[in-house]
């Protein structure tokens, strides 16, 4: 693990000279939706496990995503598979799903306005 306190500044590529076939996120809204956002407390081993509580980086009570929620939803892109066989996601990937969600959503505001 790394932890840090202080800011840490990078940028991943996303360039187009790097992509082919590109193209939106089908079906990103029920995705979103059905992948939504939890609250949740982890279990005392996975606190253990990460150094105990400390308030900063390893807190009881926490929110996100269960990946499970994102196979089950069809978007396993965002999943990971640990070596030790538990589920890992990733966030960044996310917000291409949100940025793509909110789209679908304007389009259907435009549909009802008459647009």
Not at 103 to 109: F, I, N
């Given at each position: 693990q790394i932890r840090a306190t202080d800011n840490i500044t990078a940028y991943a590529a996303s360039d187009a000279k790097w992509k082919t076939n590109v193209r939106p996120i089908p079906n990103a809204l029920a995705k979103a939706v059905?992948?939504?956002?939890?609250?949740?407390?982890?279990t005392d081993e996975y606190i253990a496990k990460n150094g105990g509580e400390d308030g900063y980086f390893v807190r009881k009570e926490d929110f996100g995503i269960v990946a499970q929620d994102a196979i089950a939803a069809g978007f396993s892109e965002v999943t990971r598979t640990r070596p030790d066989g538990t589920l890992a996601v990733d966030y960044e990937k996310l917000s291409a799903l949100a940025l793509q969600a909110v789209?679908?959503?304007?389009?259907?505001?435009q549909k009802l306005k008459g647009n």
């Open positions: 059905a992948i939504g956002g939890k609250l949740f407390d982890w789209a679908e959503l304007y389009l259907e505001v």
